[in-house]
């Protein structure tokens, strides 16, 4: 534990004087310090791919393109009505509209999910924000933006994200893996930006992939000079994006968000390097529909989403890297497959156990349950693309893209004592049962599912001993697994609560200075 958090706090009163510190300090993200310029803006119908290539994604610098999601179908057809009657049976991921300080909200699908129709029903009176994949039925609205609809940049779409909200929504400083086009369709957003450059004035939170995605443990509503100092020399950019406007922003550049009205928007995360063949494309910029893009990863609006998943051809390079370094420490052409199965999974189960479990299982079955001894470059490259994504799904697995989400969190004890209790004086009917399952922060869905498979797929009450004498239908909670970043997560919690304790005290002696004045 921090020494500063053992000291009384009449000792800290006298070792933090507000005249010491930068102005901004406590001022929320944006009056933190003097330091912020616009973004740059640029009119889309005067470039071209290539230069948009050359002049934003091969310098990784953000860019407004005012008026470029004008031309999409979907900025005049996405009412709240229209979503409802074209796509309300398609289900999306749910946050809270504060990242990371609010619990998930649950829907009637399940815990951080629901219809479309159920979300737009809800969401400008309950604390939810949709952050989803975008399910693939919604393409048909959609246009590849003109800057990028030409040569590889058109091809490397890894996935379609969507955000809806009613307002009153706000990000923490992060950054994200890939490249994205951020096209807002409603509403508006005010951005800041940080050059990753800054990375060490950040304060990035620990987690197993922060070289990638990532989050700034600087709390942007009270910036904390105190506890990040650093950050007060950082420059950094600004933008209110609207209706109609598309963002052009880098990959793993620090980002904030803030929205005070009912916003729609689509993102376009595409590949993570900058260096995009384009060479073909010296050509006036034209859009093209979405479902002609080739993309990495799609979601039909049911079912297991891949929010988040990496590219499985960068999967395929670190796997040829890594090979090719074995082989050159060993001094041989090809190395036995369980020497290299091995080698993986043991650099992997430091960080990441559960992963390395999944992807042992996925490697398994192509490499050594076919029994191939030695593994050499030339295997590698052949693989088929389906073992490639199968495998970067098992690494890049997040359990909130599962609808069984709240099976994670719920204990199988729990759920058991409940519907025990539940059905401890008679049968129930199905409305009470789900609302005993219910009350577990459980979903009507869920619920529903294990009154079905305990009355038999039919039977009209569960009693007390059709719980007590079919345990196995409960087999599926509990499931939350040891992903590795469990001391990561406390260390992250700690600095956070030591950075509020240092905020609060800081400025009780500001106002205790203005007092003596």
Not at 424 to 439: L, P, W
Request: with cysteine.
């Amino acid at each position: 534990m921090s020494l500063l958090l053992l000291l009384p706090l009449s000792s800290l009163l006298t070792s933090i004087s507000s005249s010491s510190l930068p102005p901004g300090h406590g001022k929320e993200l944006g009056q933190h310090n003097d330091l912020g310029v616009p973004a740059v803006e640029e009119d889309y119908t005067q470039m071209t791919p290539l230069q948009f290539q050359k002049k934003y994604v091969a310098t990784r610098t953000p860019v407004i393109l005012r008026g470029l999601a004008k031309t999409f179908p979907a900025f005049k057809l996405w009412t709240d009505e229209y979503l409802k009657e074209e796509f309300g049976d398609l289900e999306v991921r749910l946050e809270a509209k504060k990242e990371k300080e609010s619990h998930t909200p649950l829907g009637e699908v399940g815990l951080g999910r629901a219809t479309i129709k159920e979300f737009l029903d809800r969401y400008e009176t309950d604390n939810m924000y949709c952050v989803s994949e975008l399910p693939s039925p919604m393409f048909r609205d959609l246009l590849i933006p003109a800057p990028m609809n030409c040569g590889e940049m058109k091809d490397s779409i890894v996935e379609m994200n969507i955000w809806i909200n009613s307002g009153g929504a706000q990000s923490i400083i992060h950054k994200d893996a890939h490249n994205q086009m951020n096209c807002l369709l409603a509403g508006s957003k005010d951005w800041i930006f940080i050059n990753n450059k800054y990375n060490d004035a950040i304060y990035q939170a620990e987690e197993v992939d922060g070289d990638h995605g990532g989050f700034s443990l600087i709390n942007p509503e009270q910036v904390n000079y105190v506890t990040f100092p650093k950050f007060a020399e950082v420059p950094w950019e600004y933008a209110t994006v609207h209706a109609g406007d598309c963002l052009y922003l880098p990959p793993r550049y620090y980002h904030r968000v803030k929205s005070t009205d009912r916003n729609f928007a689509v993102s376009y995360l595409f590949g993570t390097n900058s260096d995009f063949e384009m060479s073909d494309c010296d050509i006036p910029p034209t859009s093209s529909p979405l479902e002609e893009a080739k993309i990495q990863w799609t979601y039909p609006g049911h079912g297991m989403m891949n929010l988040g998943n990496s590219d499985p051809e960068e999967l395929k390079e670190d796997f040829l890297e890594h090979l090719t370094d074995m082989m050159e420490q060993l001094e041989t052409d090809k190395v036995p497959t369980k020497t290299f199965m091995e080698d993986v999974l043991d650099k992997l189960d430091d960080v990441m156990p559960y992963i390395a479990e999944h992807l042992g299982d996925a490697m398994s079955d192509e490499l050594v349950m076919g029994g191939l001894d030695f593994i050499t470059t030339q295997f590698l490259e052949d693989l088929p693309g389906e073992f490639w994504r199968e495998l970067t799904a098992a690494m890049s697995y997040e359990p909130s893209n599962d609808p069984d989400y709240e099976m994670f969190f719920i204990s199988k004890h729990a759920v058991v004592k409940a519907l025990k209790d539940a059905t401890y004086y008679g049968g129930v009917t199905e409305e009470e049962f789900v609302a005993a399952y219910r009350t577990l922060n459980g979903s009507t869905r869920v619920g529903r599912e294990l009154f079905g498979k305990l009355s038999n797929d039919g039977g009209e009450s569960v009693t007390w001993y059709d719980v007590t004498n079919n345990d196995h239908v409960f087999d599926g909670f509990g499931r939350e697994h040891d992903r590795g970043d469990g001391d990561m997560a406390e260390r992250n919690d700690e600095v956070a609560r030591r950075a509020a304790q240092e905020m609060e005290q800081s400025l009780a002696a500001s106002e205790s200075e203005k007092s003596e004045l």
